[in-house]
């Protein structure tokens, strides 16, 4: 029982931290665009399909650092043709853009690629138990938690020690001020969405490794995101990091006693913290007014 509960444990912190790449994306995007974007499981898939397209000719390593970069690419391109045009009207033309653009990128994958689930190979020396008594502790399991730790103290790097950061966490809290002092906030937002873009590209090769490769395989993650912003806190970068964490946790060890239960558990973590504290468990004061 022990080594189930554990192994669920561990397993939830992985799970944990896909959810938390995610929402660290999508947060960012919505705190300084205020776009909701439901397109970014779709960009996830994306990134994870082009991994997929360039391992036999770079290998596993180079695809996975080139990869999540052509998605922030695209991203990129994705924000300055579609979603610019409509910074400053109603955020409901944003949100049924991409949601439209989520549906757009889920059959495009599916035309190139196929509907069927494709075999993510990954080097076999990862795919190997680093102990007998721990049979899943894998060297990719533990590359997943190392990239990720490192994908998110990057950030954090960047948006504390960088111009690029400072100006991105200066928009956040006051858009029109950054503007009226000399930045340009269309070239703020456009790196600002590849960012996030960039962590779903990141995401989404990790979580092939994981769960296998398919159009959908953004579906999964999409909706956990979201709740993990809402229960780290609206305007909380650590916030987001935390919620995701504790849903991936709460859901895989659900999972040891009450199975039935497992997705609903993040709702109810979710309707738990918004009765408590509206703003989320490290949201700033105000988001929620």
């Known amino acids: 029982m022990t080594q189930l509960i554990l192994f669920n444990l561990f ?3 992985i799970i944990g931290a896909f959810y938390a790449l995610m929402a660290l994306g999508l947060s960012l995007i919505l705190n300084l665009s205020g776009v909701i974007n439901f397109a970014h499981g779709g960009f996830l898939a994306v990134g994870a399909y082009l991994a997929y397209t360039m391992m036999p000719y770079t290998g596993f390593w180079l695809a996975l650092v080139i990869a999540p970069l052509l998605t922030a690419v695209l991203g990129l391109a994705v924000e300055r043709v579609l979603i610019r045009p409509l910074y400053g009207r109603d955020p409901l033309y944003s949100l049924l853009l991409t949601f439209g653009l989520a549906f757009m990128l889920q059959d495009g994958t599916r035309y190139i ?3 069927q689930t494709l075999p993510f190979q990954v ?3 990862l795919t190997t138990p680093l102990s007998d008594t721990f049979f899943f502790l894998t060297g990719y399991r533990v590359l997943m ?3 990720a730790v490192a994908a998110v103290a990057g950030l954090f790097l960047i948006l504390n020690r960088t111009r ?7 928009g956040t809290a006051d858009l029109d001020t950054v503007s009226v002092l000399g930045v340009n906030v269309r070239i703020l937002r456009n790196l600002n ?3 996030g873009i960039y962590l779903a590209g990141l995401a989404g090769i990790l979580a092939a490794g994981q769960l296998g490769l398919e159009p959908t ?3 999964s993650l999409i909706m956990p995101s979201f709740v993990a912003i809402i229960v780290g806190g609206l305007g909380s970068l650590p916030g987001t990091l935390l919620g995701g964490i504790l849903i991936g946790v709460a859901s895989s060890l659900t999972s040891v006693f009450f199975p039935s239960a497992t997705e609903a558990v993040m709702y109810v973590m979710m309707a738990l ?3 408590i504290r509206p703003r989320g468990l490290l949201g700033e004061e105000g988001r929620v007014q």
């Open 193 to 195: 969405f590849g960012l």
């Open 11 to 13: 397993n939830g912190v």
């Open 164 to 170: 690029l950061g400072m100006r991105i966490r200066a």
């Open 113 to 115: 690629w196929g509907p």
């Open 217 to 219: 395989i953004g579906d």
């Open 123 to 125: 080097p076999s020396a």
């Open 145 to 147: 938690m190392v990239l």
């Open 273 to 275: 913290v918004l009765l």
